[in-house]
T-cell receptor, first 116, second 111 residues
């Protein structure tokens, strides 16, 4: 089966600019996650969707980050305006369900963002 | 708050030697623990989960609730085991059930 797709793979922007990332989860996966992974750290959950509803966005910096999953399939994550500390790899993951045996998360290749 | 600690950033062993990657966690409830692995130029992927109690690629991990640890072990390391390993914890309470990752250990198996 096709895996989680993300684009772009790399992005370089200047601080105060805007950027958007796109994620296409595995077909049929109801749950979608966005993670931020800063160099030398593990992934940190930013937001979690169940279909097109937000389940958890407690760690999303809402003053500059936004995410949507309008039709319960693809998702976009936006940063506006970007700061230097936003430089990281942004990972998208999906799972069939949140809990139980179908909760294994499958990760995309990530988008490496560099803010200069 | 839940937390996962991997005390070793880097770990090197020789091929055929035993390897143990340490993971300690703090969580007040009943957690589910996982090990994820990322090989060079590949995606992050699940290696094993404690509830399955299985051995994957020769790796095993036992949840020790008394010591709040979930160390990953392999008796004889192979060069293809070289990768980044992340320990992760999922809280089983609430609707979100989010994963919390440790900072990772880079394992290098030397020939």
């Amino acid at each position: 089966e096709a895996g989680v797709a993300q684009s772009p793979r790399y992005k370089i922007i200047e601080k105060r600019q805007s950027v958007a990332f796109w994620c296409n989860p595995i077909s049929g996966h109801a749950t979608l996650y966005w993670y931020q992974q800063i160099l030398g750290q593990g992934p940190k959950l930013l937001i979690q969707f169940q279909n097109n509803g937000v389940v958890d966005d407690s760690q999303l910096p809402k003053d500059r980050f936004s995410a949507e999953r309008l039709k319960g399939v693809d998702s976009t994550l936006k940063i506006q305006p970007a700061k230097l500390e936003d430089s990281a790899v942004y990972l998208c993951a999906s799972s069939l369900q949140i809990g139980g045996g179908a909760s294994e998360q499958y990760f995309g290749p990530g988008t490496r963002l560099t803010v200069t | 708050a839940q937390r996962v600690t991997q005390p070793e950033k880097l770990l090197s062993v020789f091929k055929g030697a035993p390897v143990e990657l340490k993971c300690n966690y703090s969580y007040s409830g009943s957690p589910e623990l996982f090990w994820y692995v990322q090989y060079s130029r590949q995606r992050l992927q699940l290696l094993l989960r404690h509830i399955s109690r299985e051995s994957i690629k020769g790796f095993t991990a036992d949840l020790n609730k008394g010591e709040t640890s979930f160390h990953l072990k392999k008796p004889f390391a192979q060069e293809e085991d070289s990768a980044m390993y992340y320990c992760a914890l999922k809280n089983l309470g609430g609707s979100a059930r989010q994963l919390t990752f440790g900072s990772g250990t880079q394992l290098t198996v030397l020939p």
